[in-house]
């Protein structure tokens, strides 16, 4: 250790003497290093950590396979029988989330919630972190325990991390609820991409999911995920080979409402569904960002080769007095990892720079579906800069120092200057360098031009309406217990009282964002068309409200767009694309046919 202190104090006055070499490895390092450390805190939040639960290796994730693939959505009786028949698992929960109207201290936001098993918490082996969680006897009855346990970032959010938040009154759609604890910093839940608000038990659903009434009866509901704990000595094998027992013998006597066949897969980090796309672009994305930190690496031994060159005297004087090469070899690699140390160091606070720039150009929320993750620098993020940059000063330093360590070191000796000449090896050396540097450089520059490329096409395509000063802001009356007369008079008085606001210029009502979701899919007649042997025709739609078109500034191509006359009552009507009228009228004009 003594030797060790020794190297580091006069691998320290080295770097001081050379500023500016040491200001340009440093930035160099840092940003190949910085730009590691933001991806990878992605990667390791989106694809390789696991649940903060107890043994989450034991936790499997529970789906049902029928002719159609894999289901993942369970009624709530399937979840009841799967849980009290088995013998293959410790523990069964279930969960679905949905967004909420959240009132307190006369403020109301829309939030997100998960509604939970009575034994979510406890299978899980997640404790509060200020309160508690749920009893069994909160989840026996139906609507009798409207208690909530809220996840930590809203404790922040909305009641300032404030211990006397327990107790406390707030409105979950409209109805009273008790706040009775506060889950961990780091349990976001067990879906990653999604991050609940509030934890409400199972058997307040119909508070809830206004919408969903009698799911908790209802065989034929699909709507709950599943998530159990394996036995210890049970395997994954033998529990699927239990669970299917079971639900085929309930298949047997509910055909249309059960899956006959169960299928286990890990849940270590939990339902990574929603995030399941991002895999192959965060795997390229941290290989890419890897092969920049390489051609770091590469330039920084080709500085420090050519440094080495302008050392040879001293070393060849070191070896002369009986220094041994591997005294040398370590005092050198002393000199590169501080300079990485030092470089990672600054690395950090690039991360944290590159993280919110990647945070920035996620879409804003305007759905309850778009994946969510929360990424910071932490432990394991902090671990791996630091091996990270151990490993990069031995990557870019050992080449220099085996080569430095060996001089000729009768011209070395000789060489008054201090600076031998390089030999053919060291040259090689160093040329090798050089062309590796600009070969991958080539890849990297080629690879991120058709990235923008792409982008630049994509961003080009054109929407068939005017995304510009476009503003969407989400509704749902049935989360404050609205009916249709109360909810048209509401929607009635925000457009009157929205348009009046300055800047506003058009404003409608849609059921679904254009480029949010897929659509509904409806089946129709067309008058005039007679479809295939086999055919069923089908198209998307959406419901909007008047002016939708001239809000949208799309372009009609004839016949006009809905009006406030066109209310319950009134002729129905319908506005169709050109790719409608091309397949189902051909040649003829739509405008004044029929469709069913």
Not at 185 to 199: A, N
Not at 495 to 522: E, H, Q
Not at 566 to 578: F, M, S
Request: hydrophobic share 45%; glycine share 8%; net charge neutral.
């Amino acid at each position: 250790m003594d030797a060790f202190l020794k190297d580091l104090r006069y691998a320290a006055r080295l770097l001081a003497k050379r500023p500016g070499l040491t200001l340009v490895v440093v930035v160099s390092l840092a940003l190949g290093i910085g730009a590691n450390t933001a991806i990878f805190s992605l990667v390791d939040k989106v694809l390789l950590r696991p649940l903060p639960v107890e043994h989450p290796e034991q936790l499997v994730t529970v789906l049902g396979r029928n002719d159609r693939g894999i289901n993942s959505s369970f009624s709530y009786p399937n979840y009841k029988d799967l849980r009290d028949q088995n013998d293959v698992l410790e523990g069964l929960i279930a969960s679905a989330q949905t967004p909420l109207s959240m009132s307190e201290a006369g403020q109301s936001e829309r939030i997100y919630g998960e509604i939970v098993t009575g034994n979510y918490f406890d299978v899980l082996g997640v404790k509060a972190q200020v309160g508690r969680t749920f009893l069994p006897d909160e989840d026996a009855t139906a609507g009798t325990n409207p208690v909530v346990v809220l996840s930590y970032g809203l404790w922040q959010r909305r009641f300032g991390g404030d211990p006397a938040v327990l107790n406390r009154a707030i409105s979950i759609n409209g109805q009273g609820f008790t706040i009775i604890g506060v889950a961990p910093r780091d349990f976001t839940g067990t879906e990653l991409g999604s991050i609940p608000d509030v934890y409400l038990p199972m058997m307040m659903q119909a508070a809830a999911m206004p919408k969903w009434k009698g799911a908790l009866d209802s065989l034929n509901m699909s709507w709950l995920d599943m998530m159990g704990r394996l036995k210890p000595g049970v395997s994954r094998e033998q529990a699927q080979a239990g669970l299917t027992t079971i639900s085929s013998q309930l298949a047997a006597a509910n055909p249309n409402a059960v899956d006959a066949e169960i299928v286990l897969e890990s849940a270590q980090r939990g339902n990574v569904s929603a995030v399941s796309d991002l895999s192959t672009p965060l795997w390229l994305l941290l290989s890419t960002v890897a092969l920049v930190l390489i051609i770091a690496c590469a330039n920084v031994a080709n500085l420090l080769l050519a440094r080495a060159t302008g050392r040879a005297k001293e070393i060849a004087v070191r070896l002369a007095v009986g220094a041994s090469r591997w005294r040398l070899i370590r005092q050198l690699l002393t000199e590169a990892v501080m300079l990485s140390v030092i470089g990672g160091a600054l690395g950090l606070l690039v991360a944290t720079w590159v993280i919110d720039l990647l945070l920035s150009f996620k879409p804003s929320a305007t759905s309850f579906f778009l994946p969510a993750v929360e990424v910071r620098l932490d432990g394991r993020v902090l671990a791996f800069t630091i091996l990270l940059s151990i490993a990069t000063g031995v990557l870019f330093g050992l080449a220099p120092a085996l080569q430095a360590s060996k001089p000729d070191l009768i011209d070395a000796l000789k060489d008054e200057s201090g600076v031998a000449a390089s030999g053919g090896r060291r040259a090689l050396i160093r040329n090798g360098l050089v062309v590796a540097q600009i070969a991958l450089s080539v890849v990297v520059l080629i690879s991120a031009g058709l990235c923008i490329k792409s982008l630049g096409k994509l961003n080009a395509i054109d929407a068939g309406f005017d995304t510009e000063k476009l503003l969407v802001a989400p509704v749902d009356l049935a989360l404050n217990g609205y009916q249709e007369a109360a909810g048209r008079q509401f929607y009635s008085s925000l457009l009157d009282r929205v348009s009046s606001l300055p800047g506003v210029d058009s404003l409608s009502l849609a059921r679904i964002v254009p480029l949010g979701s897929s659509g509904m899919r409806i089946t129709l007649q067309v008058e005039g068309y007679t479809p295939r042997q086999g055919e069923m025709p089908s198209l998307d739609f959406n419901i909007v409200g008047p002016d939708y078109v001239r809000t949208m500034r799309m372009t009609l191509t004839g016949g006009r767009e809905f009006t406030p006359q066109d209310t319950k009552g009134a002729k129905d009507v319908v506005v169709i694309n050109e790719s409608v009228a091309r397949t189902y009228f051909m040649d003829q004009d739509p405008l004044g046919k029929h469709i069913i």
